[in-house]
């Protein structure tokens, strides 16, 4: 079987070539950002990440943000979410809960309030259904600050929304009106 730091690896470097960058081994994903695991097995074998089916249900099964997803026979793979790469994940629009949170780091919370939440370079803001996600998404970038989104009334103001097939909720940004501090204290 395969031990903990090796899944790891493998697992960043599979949100790597899914999410970032598949020319990194000269992988195809379509445009929906599926790829065949045979030619991803074929690639990751070729640049020396070695890969074979029960090592990829392992990553996919044990993933805790299950940011991978076979389809129905596991004959293609696709990140959830958090692509940096044009492609369309074909979410249907769908009405949010009330609140919706975000984590961030301290040191972005006086840019936050000023601009709002962008996507920069994703395809969409990441939103959680719960604050100790929020809280955990925050804390790999630094001291963590929850912010609350006023999910539904930006809803109801036309502003659309999505859920990932792990559950993230995402959005194209949320403007300042719409964010409320958590109490982090």
Do not use: C
Not at 177 to 182: A, V
Request: charged share 30%; aromatic share 6%.
């Amino acid at each position: 079987m395969i031990n903990e730091k090796k899944q790891t690896e493998l697992s960043k470097f599979l949100s790597l070539v899914l999410r970032h960058k598949p020319e990194t081994i000269g992988l195809e994903l379509d445009p929906e950002g599926w790829a065949d695991v045979k030619e991803l097995f074929e690639k990751m074998n070729a640049h020396r990440k070695p890969i074979d089916m029960e090592v990829l249900e392992v990553i996919v099964e044990n993933n805790n943000k299950k940011r991978f997803r076979f389809n129905e026979d596991k004959t293609r793979i696709r990140a959830s979410q958090g692509h940096s790469i044009s492609i369309d994940l074909g979410y249907e629009k769908i009405e949010p809960p009330e609140v919706l949170y975000h984590g961030t780091a301290s040191k972005n919370i006086d840019n936050i309030l000023k601009t709002g939440l962008t996507k920069g370079s994703r395809h969409h803001v990441h939103l959680s259904l719960d604050i100790e996600t929020a809280i955990n998404v925050g804390q790999r970038h630094g001291k963590p600050v929850v912010l609350n989104i006023r999910a539904r009334a930006m809803h109801n103001d036309g502003l659309h929304f999505y859920r990932s097939d792990n559950g993230v909720w995402l959005t194209e940004s949320v403007p300042v009106q719409y964010i409320l501090m958590e109490n982090n204290e």
